[in-house]
């Protein structure tokens, strides 16, 4: 296995998303950090906040922090799965 190092990996998901919703968007990103070869070390939910500026006509969105250990190779996989999920 390659070395890991930890990273903290923020995602906003969108606020009209419900929590059935929001849970299957979290353990997605948490399926992308493990196939990639790496591991959750910690999940916390921020939740709802307000956000700095619009994206899409969005004012809020609820946000998540992951701590993650990641071999150094796999972020660009991980960042490129995040932006093209919507």
Do not use: C
């Not at 070869?37 to 916390?44: F, K």
């Amino acid at each position: 296995m390659a070395s890991t190092r930890p990273y903290e990996v923020t995602f906003i998901v969108r606020p009209d998303v419900d929590e059935t919703g929001f849970t299957m968007v979290v353990d997605k990103v948490k399926g992308w950090i493990t196939a990639a070869g790496g591991a959750v070390t910690q999940t916390d939910i921020w939740g709802r906040r307000r956000l700095a500026y619009p994206i899409k006509k969005l004012t809020e969105g609820q946000y998540v922090l992951l701590l993650a250990d990641l071999p150094a190779q796999a972020l660009n996989g991980l960042e490129r799965n995040l932006r093209l999920s919507e």
